[in-house]
C-alpha cells in the first residue's frame, strides 16, 4: 500500500516509519510541493499532518482511499470533496493529549512568568540588569483560577494537575459533566472569573471566532489567554489590542489564524506573549502513539475491515 506522509521526519522517526511492515511509505517535507505533486497521483493514503488538504489535492489522487489526519482537528481537510469521492477521513483522538496538556501548562507558566523575555535578556547579557517595574508582572499560577474551555481530553489530563498546583479549575462545556474536576460555568462566567482562559475545543463554523473584541472584553483585567487549539477560535487583531492596552496581562500561543505566523504580525513585537510554531502535539510519544493507530488503519483498509475513529 502507497502511503505518504505530508509532513518532515528526522533520522530517528524516518527509521522507525521505515520498519513498519506491508507499507511502501514516502516521506514527503509540507515545503517540498513538486515532490507533493508528483506522489499524488499514485498514492493511496495520506498522513496528514497540517498543511491544508484542498479539493484540488483530491482530485489529483485519483487513487486516494484514505486521508488519515495525524492528530485530532480536520478542519484543514476538505471534507465535502474526500465525501463526494467516497475517501475516508479518519483523526487520532487522544494520541497527543498528553503532550498538549503539558505544552498548556507550559505556556501558563511560560507567560505569568515572562520567560521568554527572561530567556533573551540573559542570553544578550542583561539578564541580571532587569528595571524594578519589571517585578510587578510576575505571577504564580497557583491561587489562580484557570478556565478550561471544552472538556475534553486534553482538559480531562490537564485539570487534576492545575488542581493539584492549587488552582481552582472551572470548564465550560456542551453541558455539564459529572466525572470533571473543577466546576461548571457557562462560557460568559468563565470568562469573567478566570484569572487564565485556556482554549480546548475544534474549529467549526460554530467556534470560529469564539473569542472575539466582545469576549475578551469580558475577561478579568490582567487575565492570561492559553491557546493549544486552533488558531481560528481567536480573533487575532482584538487580542493584540488587548495586550497592547494591557487589559490582557499576556498570553501563550501555540496556534495562529493563518500559518506560518507572517514575519510582520504585530505578535511577534509583544513582549507579553509567549509563542510556539504549533508544535503542542509533537513530541516522540506522540509520533509513536500516532503511527502505531495510522499503520493499524492502513491494513483495516487493505483488508475491508472497518477504520478506527473515522470521521466521514
Not at 220 to 247: M, W, Y
Amino acid at each position: 500500500m502507497k502511503v505518504m506522509l505530508h509532513y518532515d521526519a528526522g533520522p530517528g522517526l524516518a527509521a522507525q516509519l521505515a520498519a513498519l511492515p506491508g507499507l511502501e511509505l514516502a516521506i514527503c517535507p509540507e515545503a517540498d510541493t513538486a515532490l507533493y505533486a508528483r506522489l499524488l497521483p499514485e498514492v493511496e493514503v495520506i498522513w496528514h499532518v497540517l498543511r491544508p488538504i484542498s479539493a484540488a489535492d483530491i482530485a489529483a489522487a485519483p487513487k486516494l482511499r484514505l486521508i488519515q489526519k495525524i492528530g485530532v482537528g480536520v478542519n484543514t481537510i476538505d471534507l465535502e470533496a474526500a465525501r463526494a469521492r467516497g475517501i475516508a477521513v479518519c483523526n487520532l483522538p487522544g494520541t497527543n493529549s498528553r503532550a498538549v496538556a503539558e505544552m498548556a501548562l507550559l505556556l501558563m507558566l511560560g507567560a505569568l512568568r515572562r520567560i521568554s523575555h527572561f530567556d533573551a535578556e540573559t542570553r544578550a547579557g542583561r539578564g541580571w540588569s532587569q528595571p524594578p517595574a519589571l517585578q510587578d508582572g510576575l505571577f504564580e499560577l497557583g491561587g489562580r483560577k484557570v478556565g478550561l474551555v471544552g472538556y475534553g481530553a486534553v482538559p480531562k489530563l490537564l485539570a487534576p494537575v492545575l488542581q493539584a498546583l492549587g488552582c481552582e479549575v472551572l470548564y465550560t462545556a456542551r453541558a455539564p459533566k459529572p466525572e470533571a474536576i473543577g466546576a461548571y460555568r457557562p462560557l460568559e462566567a468563565l470568562l469573567a472569573e478566570s484569572d487564565v482562559v485556556s482554549l480546548h475545543i475544534p474549529e467549526t463554523a460554530e467556534t470560529r471566532g469564539l473569542i472575539n473584541a466582545a469576549a475578551i472584553a469580558r475577561m478579568k483585567p490582567g487575565a492570561v489567554l492559553v491557546n493549544t487549539a486552533r488558531g481560528g477560535l481567536v480573533d487575532q487583531a482584538a487580542l493584540v489590542a488587548a495586550l497592547q492596552s494591557g487589559h490582557l496581562a499576556a498570553a501563550g500561543l501555540d496556534v495562529f489564524a493563518a500559518e506560518p505566523l507572517d514575519p510582520m504580525d504585530p505578535l511577534l513585537g509583544l513582549p507579553n506573549v509567549v509563542l510556539a510554531p504549533h508544535v503542542a502535539w509533537l513530541t516522540t510519544g506522540t509520533f509513536a502513539r500516532s503511527f502505531s493507530i495510522a499503520a493499524e488503519n492502513c491494513r483495516r483498509l487493505q483488508d475491508n475491515e472497518a477504520l478506527l475513529n473515522r470521521v466521514i
